[in-house]
């Protein structure tokens, strides 16, 4: 195939978030993904003005593609997926194995790119996969808040869960930048 095939590709634009509650304005994967790397971009620019040096090029690829493999999972819903270990561990090493899939037909090196950045990201361990992981909370809050003002209840446990989380979250870059993004959360749903 070539890179023309895998542009016309247009997965995670199909595959629907939170299908197991009313939403009045669906989200699919590929919408969420960008609202993670725009919220990565933000970030990344908080902690540049912390002095805080991270490589927002890299942050923000990885969160163009960090819900990649829901190409071909589909978006497995939370309750599920963390049911307990056995079944978080099961979802990850099927993860594992299919990723190189949904982008099986770009040159090679390429491919090799995407799979280490999507590693990377699931690995929570850089700076950049860290941010990632908060700028995805945050997108979420982002969903809960729309369909709350919208007047749609089923939203608001996941909005108060997410907003908690990351309010505890303990990376000391964080911890530093925190109080700026979360300014607001006083007037809490």
């Known amino acids: ?3 023309f ?3 016309l590709k247009r997965d995670l634009a199909h595959v629907k978030r939170f ?9 699919s994967v590929a919408e969420h993904s960008f609202y993670v790397s725009y919220f990565t971009q933000i970030l990344c620019w908080a902690l540049g003005e912390e002095k805080i040096e ?5 942050a923000v690829k990885m969160a163009l593609i960090h819900d990649q493999e829901e190409g071909f999972s589909g978006d497995i819903l939370t309750p599920f997926k963390y049911f307990n270990e056995e079944v978080a561990a099961a979802i990850r090493e099927v993860n594992n194995q299919t990723i190189e899939m949904m982008f099986e037909d770009l040159d090679e ?8 950045l999507w590693h990377e990201e699931q690995s929570r361990k850089s700076l950049e996969s860290q941010v990632v992981k908060v700028a995805d909370g945050l997108s979420l809050i982002s969903k809960c808040f729309e369909e709350i003002e919208a007047g749609n209840s089923y939203f608001e446990e996941i909005y108060k869960r997410i907003l908690k989380d990351l309010k505890n979250l303990d990376y000391s870059w964080w911890q530093k930048i925190r109080p700026r993004v ?3 959360t006083e007037k809490e749903v």
């Open 1 to 3: 195939m070539s890179i």
């Open 182 to 184: 979360l300014s607001g």
């Open 19 to 27: 299908n197991n509650r009313p939403v009045h304005f669906p989200e």
């Open 54 to 58: 991270v490589n927002t090029e890299r």
């Open 109 to 116: 090196k390429l491919k090799k790119d995407f799979v280490a």
């Open 5 to 7: 095939d895998h542009l």
